[in-house]
Nanobody, 125 residues
Framework: QVQLVEAGGGFVQPGGSLRLSCTASGRTFNTYPMAWFRQAPGKEREFVAS????????FYADSVKGRFTISRDNARNTVYLQMNSLKPEDTAVYYC??????????????????WGQGTQVTVSS
């Protein structure tokens, strides 16, 4: 179990940018694959992006590919989601999640056992 806290959500106009951050407690952050999911009202939670434990390989949902970038700073126990060219369809509560240590968790929600409280992102004119 790892405790995660998201930050950086807010209001932005279409075409704008936001950077979300998720900070974890503990000493083992580097061992967890990390991901971002989002959930809009009336919709299921969906995968957004993930990064393997330690860093390197990343995965993105088709809907955000080319616009969003996930990264991590293990020294700061933080994972980021840089969101550019935001669209109204990106409006949702964004959650960061951690998978089991050293696991190959990519986009399957059930592979991530620790979740933050979420941060609201609203894209509207």
């Amino acid at each position: 179990q790892v405790q995660l806290v998201e930050a950086g959500g807010g209001f932005v106009q279409p075409g704008g940018s936001l950077r979300l951050s998720c900070t974890a407690s503990g000493r083992t952050f580097n061992t967890y694959p990390m991901a971002w999911f989002r959930q809009a009202p009336g919709k299921e939670r969906e995968f957004v992006a993930s990064i393997r434990w330690g860093g390197g390989t990343t995965f993105y949902a088709d809907s955000v590919k080319g616009r969003f970038t996930i990264s991590r700073d293990n020294a700061r126990n933080t994972v980021y989601l840089q969101m550019n060219s935001l669209k109204p369809e990106d409006t949702a509560v964004y959650y960061c999640a951690a998978g089991r240590a050293f696991s190959s968790a990519y986009s399957t929600e059930s592979n991530f056992g620790s979740w933050g409280q979420g941060t609201q992102v609203t894209v509207s004119s």
